[in-house]
């Protein structure tokens, strides 16, 4: 949303800065994933603030610092009086607008993430006197509660809200009746953003990292985006209906099972994951050639190699150019910039 929002403002004439004060993901050069061993690395940066950077075409001097990586260690070094860092004292470095109009600052994942260290979101919207957008991933109508609970907690300070991966079938409902609700409150809404199959997706580059495969085909084919997976253990007539359902799929199953790997070739099959370390048979490795579909083989069970790449899903980041892409349209489509510029006391650059 950062991302999306920071787009259109410079697309209406506004210079922007950025910055995240509490990293959840720095800066690893061994790959995608997110396993960076401590904070205390100084040199290294928030993944995200790499990627929105480049997106955005910021140069370092308009990237504010990350303070704090918020793993394992760095609480338990915090909880053990270990490190008696007054961080607050350091968000004073984002005070500094480094020349632009408007300096963005992604907070914490929930009202309350960072307490321990003086960097939740009160905090830091106190200590820099800023104003907080909140973004409100949809679940249920009865899920208006939290953001009426933000608004209470943070007070005059909540500038409005933006929902964000609306299913389809609640799009009228937040549009007529929860927006209308909540403005009526005080609560202005920003944009009702809908969910999208692509933005929820993981690459086959970051599945074959997790899971330490081998790519039997198609390397230069890693790009290619799964949005959802499916698992092959049943007879072949069966998995092909099974597989049809699906779009976009990364297909699990056993390398002995060469009628299940064939019937996934012939549907949406992004990327094809042979557990066991059991080489395919040359005719279905000719044929994922041919339909330029990466076939990667895991020393792994099904269950384990399952687990991961579900793993993988619920922490799906947005590192790839074709997701910034996605995110720049559907934020011009159902975001209202300029209201939130003017709300934000911003005019419309020539």
């Not at 929860?178 to 692509?198: C, D, N, R, T, Y």
């Amino acid at each position: 949303m950062v991302l999306a929002i920071a787009h259109q403002l410079q697309s209406i004439g506004q210079s922007v800065s950025y910055g995240k004060p509490l990293g959840s993901c720095l800066d690893n050069p061994l790959g995608p994933a997110c396993n960076a061993p401590s904070a205390e690395h100084a040199g290294m940066m928030d993944e995200d603030v790499r990627f929105l950077a480049k997106s955005l075409n910021l140069p370092s001097e308009k990237l504010h610092p990350t303070l704090l990586l918020l793993d394992q260690e760095t609480i338990q070094k915090r909880l053990l009086q270990q490190d008696a860092t007054d961080y607050s004292q350091h968000l004073s470095q984002y005070q500094d607008g480094r020349g632009s109009d408007v300096v963005l600052i992604e907070g914490p994942g929930t009202l309350d993430e960072g307490y321990l260290f003086g960097l939740s979101l009160r905090h830091t919207a106190e200590a820099l006197d800023a104003s907080v957008l909140l973004v409100s991933r949809f679940s249920e109508p009865w899920g208006v509660d939290s953001i009426l609970g933000a608004k209470q907690r943070l007070g005059d300070r909540v500038l409005g809200v933006v929902f964000n991966d609306v299913p389809t079938q609640h799009l009228e409902t937040v549009t007529s009746t929860i927006k209308p609700a909540l403005e009526k409150q005080g609560i202005q809404v920003f944009g009702v953003v809908p969910h999208s199959e692509l933005l929820r997706s993981v690459s086959v580059a970051e599945l074959v990292y997790r899971l330490n495969a081998t790519v039997i085909s198609s390397p230069e084919r890693q790009d290619l985006m799964v949005e959802s997976l499916c698992i092959g253990a049943m007879n072949v007539n069966s998995a092909l209906k099974y597989f049809r359902k699906g779009h976009n799929m990364a297909v699990v199953t056993g390398g002995d099972r060469a009628d299940l790997q064939l019937a996934a070739l012939e549907t949406s099959t992004q990327c094809l994951i042979l557990t066991g370390r059991v080489e395919p048979r040359k005719d279905i490795v000719a044929r994922a050639v041919e339909m330029e579909i990466p076939i990667i083989s895991v020393d792994l069970d099904t269950l384990s190699t399952v687990e991961i790449v579900e793993k993988a899903f619920s922490e799906v980041r947005f590192h790839e150019q074709v997701k910034a892409q996605c995110i720049s349209q559907m934020s011009s489509d159902h975001i209202e910039i300029e209201r939130l510029a003017s709300a934000l006391g911003l005019q419309r650059q020539a």
